[in-house]
């Protein structure tokens, strides 16, 4: 089980690593929305932002059993498990500001993904970066108080 923990965490610690980078490019570009063609490369790192986030949420999720069932809501359901506090398995992973705001990166990485537009509305990205940023404020502290319930866990199965 150490070995499983000790992995999580890696996965956990290159997922942040990656995040961090992606808000670095979407700074990089002015983090603001004007209707150029600049858009669509601030919207690709705003769905790559969410998939980094999801991907570290499908991690947890595998670890602890967190299974879902109806695949046509799974991204929505995998989101949602993460805000809550499984007794005796683990604590929330984010918070419900955290789970808003990723819930919108996820709404506009579905838009993103089956839109095929040469341009996107200002005012709907810009809403989506003001998320992005209220979420940056957020989940680095957030997935730090999950690791250290994890290193907990790891010194007790040691």
């Known amino acids: 089980m150490v070995e499983q923990i000790r992995l999580l965490q ?6 942040l690593d990656s995040i961090a980078k992606v808000y670095h490019q979407i700074d990089e570009l ?12 601030l919207g ?3 769905h790559v932002l969410y998939g980094l986030f999801e991907n570290l949420f499908v991690q ?8 879902i069932g109806d695949t046509t809501q799974w991204h929505t ?13 683990r604590p929330p992973v984010i918070s419900q500001e955290a ?23 200002p005012d709907r990205l810009n809403l989506v ?3 992005s940023f209220k979420l940056k404020s957020i ?20």
């Open 10 to 15: 890696a996965e956990i610690r290159a997922n």
């Open 30 to 41: 002015g983090a603001q929305a004007t209707g150029s063609p600049q858009d669509i490369i």
């Open 44 to 46: 690709y790192y705003l």
């Open 60 to 67: 947890i999720a595998e670890r602890f059993g967190n299974h």
């Open 77 to 89: 359901q995998l989101l949602k498990r993460m805000t809550l506090d499984v007794k005796s398995i």
């Open 99 to 121: 789970y808003l705001a990723l819930n919108e990166l996820r709404s506009f990485r579905h838009l993103f993904r089956n839109a095929y537009l040469l341009q996107f509305d």
């Open 129 to 131: 970066l003001r998320e």
């Open 139 to 158: 989940y680095e502290a957030e997935i730090n108080t999950f690791l250290d319930f994890l290193e907990q866990l790891a010194q007790t199965d040691s």
